[in-house]
């Protein structure tokens, strides 16, 4: 379709134009042919293969686009049962309004915004269009929320006639021309690092982490910036005078394991830019799951409830985070001799609830809790929708409905608190023990 490009690769002087993708040679601060000062221009440009992309303020972005009087109004996406903000414009945020803020204090922040509640069915299909567009640059698409996902270009320039940079640029403006939303994309070598340049300039943003730049560039980082460091973990580190990548870079390999098990060795690795993931497009969202590998492997209920537990939540932080429900349960098992066992109940109407998935996973996992002794246990859900039909009030067991009221308070307590804060009687005991207090996530954003 487009006439090949001549690039000289790695040539540090030639760059794009991000608006009309015009090559530039030289130092010019606007392109030649449109006047743009958007110009893309680093020494690996044209060799990065690694795209993160992610869509910028995205319900607030659609609404937006939806209603045209908005357009330059702070807009707050949020309210409902629990009273906290999805997501707030870039002009919103300018006042200090962010996602899972409760909304009064949103407003005290700034009280002209216009506030809308979200309209979770339309996100999805919208979500769903940008995905295809993906699909349409790479097969080896892998999403990683409603709004964001990883591409793999690499050997795709044949097909485009164009190196992955000026793909993914092309992308980001054929999204704003056909959809009428903005992304921000990063390029790099490795998922870790395209994702973190994803986030480097938002919204509209292209940023590019070359292989060349990754140590200097994370030295200065903070730690927090590693993917698996969330708050729990950031503080076991401060409390070791860790804060900066760069003091991570300093410790070997061993020390950092013998300090911090396995995730050590992730943060010896991702420290130096050293990710080796590969993109997986076959989780494009037909299900969301968790599973842990256990140290040692475990028969009893005593053992196993709490990880299911554990990994219910999760499957159900990632539900409510990305907008989807699940109609389908499924429990994931692999015995000590790497026999797998799956096991599925569907459920009246789609769930994004913890305890419902949980209840579910156990009612399943009885089954299987016969002696034999278990490497891995997951659990997930499948048939996903949109979230604004799953678990509806009138739950038949009254059990579940008060457990129902009760996740709802505590995902609001987490949400002003951290994930910390609360903990269930199922996670608190040996659960907690069993899984690291931040575990590596490879597929969490
Ligand atoms: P994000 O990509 O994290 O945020 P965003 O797209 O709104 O803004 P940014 O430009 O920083 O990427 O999340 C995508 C959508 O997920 C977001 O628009 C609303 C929803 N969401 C919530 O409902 N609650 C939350 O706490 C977060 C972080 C997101
Ligand atoms: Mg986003
Ligand atoms: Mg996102």
Not at 290 to 295: G, H, L
Not at 417 to 436: D, H, I, M, N, S
Request: charged share 30%.
């Amino acid at each position: 379709m487009f006439a090949a490009i001549p690039v000289t690769v790695n040539a540090p002087d030639h760059g794009f134009c991000r608006d009309c993708l015009a090559l530039q040679s030289g130092e010019t601060r606007r392109c030649g042919q449109c006047g743009s000062p958007r110009i893309a221009r680093h020494p690996e440009l044209y060799r990065l293969q690694l795209a993160h992309i992610d869509c910028d303020a995205f319900y607030a972005a659609v609404e937006k686009r939806d209603n045209p009087a908005l357009k330059d109004k702070p807009v707050i996406i949020g309210g409902g049962k629990r009273g906290v903000v999805s997501t707030a414009c870039y002009i919103a945020r300018i006042k200090g309004v962010r996602s899972a803020m409760p909304m009064f204090k949103a407003l005290e922040a700034c009280p002209e915004a216009v506030v809308i509640p979200p309209d979770m069915e339309k996100y999805v299909r919208v979500g769903r269009e940008v995905r295809a567009m993906m699909q349409a640059l790479t097969p080896l698409v892998e999403p990683l929320s409603i709004d964001e996902a990883f591409l793999d270009l690499s050997g795709t320039e044949r097909l485009h006639g164009r190196p992955p940079a000026l793909v993914l640029a092309g992308f980001a403006r054929d999204v704003e021309r056909e959809i009428g939303i903005t992304v921000s994309a990063g390029l790099s070598y490795c998922k870790f690092l395209a994702k973190v340049a994803s986030d480097f300039r938002k919204p509209r943003g292209f940023s590019v982490i070359g292989e060349a730049e990754a140590v200097g560039f994370l030295a200065e980082q903070p730690v927090t910036l590693i993917w698996g460091v969330g708050k729990a973990f950031a503080a076991t580190l401060e409390r070791d005078g860790i804060r900066m990548i760069g003091q991570l870079q300093r410790l070997d390999r061993a020390e950092l394991m013998r300090r911090y098990g396995s995730m050590g060795d992730r943060l010896y690795h991702l420290s130096r830019g050293q990710d080796e993931r590969v993109v997986h497009p076959d989780r494009d969202a037909k299900s969301v799951s968790a599973e842990t590998t256990f140290d040692t492997d475990l028969a009893s209920p005593a053992d196993l409830v709490p990880v299911l537990r554990a990994l219910s939540e999760k499957v159900s932080a990632r539900l409510k985070k990305s907008g989807l429900a699940g109609r389908t349960v499924v429990l994931k098992l692999k015995t000590q001799d790497f026999k797998l066992r799956t096991r599925n109940r569907q459920l009246g109407d789609p769930t994004r609830l913890a305890d419902r998935i949980f209840q579910t996973g156990l009612h399943l996992l009885r089954k299987e809790t016969d002696g034999t002794k278990y490497r891995l246990l997951g659990i997930g859900v499948s048939d996903l929708t949109g979230s604004d039909r799953a678990d509806p009030p009138d739950l038949v067991d009254a059990g579940a409905r008060k457990r129902a009221l009760a996740e709802g308070a505590i995902d609001s307590l987490r949400e002003k608190f951290g994930r910390t804060a609360v903990e269930t009687g199922y996670t608190f005991g040996r659960g907690r023990k069993t899984l690291p207090p931040d575990p590596p996530e490879p597929d969490e954003d």
